[in-house]
């Protein structure tokens, strides 16, 4: 049993980040035991391939490092990095932390806008406007942190603007899976 170096937080097997903390486990390190205990740390997939290189016309061996994707440990604990990773533009967010906020984004927000329609027109509009200011910075970071994680920068968020064409561009970018190897995000 592994568990983070900064807040303590009992980590999966194999996992890059903290679903805590956001902590890159692998260039820091995790412990492993208590979180008073020695330090160790993450070991990456490493595979060695023979490669035929177009060149010489003879095979040559590359090894790649491979990293799996983080798993933010379901809804409870991707709702959690949501909110205590507030505004914090820099790191990586899986796609399962990213998808759980925006599901459950919406899902309140569907619930007060049904309040709006069915009960009261001015409680509802406040919930949701409190909704939407409260939800506004953690919603941004936790998209830069997506797109970070699939290697782009979040500049490409604001290809949303484009009519039609942006919107689905940036849904595509949010459904790519992980960047693999480490990249300049973390």
């Not at 991707?78 to 507030?86: G, L, N, Q, V």
């Not at 936790?142 to 968020?157: C, E, I, K, Q, T």
């Amino acid at each position: 049993m592994k568990f983070c170096p900064k807040c303590g937080t009992k980590l999966v097997e194999g996992a890059r980040f903290c679903p805590n903390c956001g902590l890159n486990l692998v260039e820091g390190t995790a412990t492993s035991g208590s979180p008073a205990q020695t330090v160790v740390t993450p070991q990456p997939t490493v595979t060695n391939q023979q490669v035929p290189n177009s060149q010489s016309g003879q095979t040559e061996r590359r090894t790649e490092t491979r990293y799996e994707e983080q798993d933010s440990g379901g809804i409870d604990a991707a709702m959690r990095d949501y909110f205590k990773r507030y505004a914090q533009f820099h790191g990586r967010s899986s796609r399962s932390q990213y998808w759980w906020s925006v599901l459950v984004y919406n899902l309140f927000y569907s619930a007060f806008y049904l309040i709006y329609l069915f009960l009261s027109e001015y409680i509802g509009m406040a919930l949701m406007i409190i909704l939407v200011v409260a939800c506004l910075v953690p919603s941004l970071a936790v998209a830069s942190r997506r797109l970070h994680d699939s290697n782009h920068s979040f500049g490409y968020y604001w290809l949303a603007l484009i009519p039609i064409v942006g919107a689905i561009l940036v849904i595509v970018l949010f459904c790519k899976p992980s960047d693999p190897q480490p990249n300049r995000f973390g």
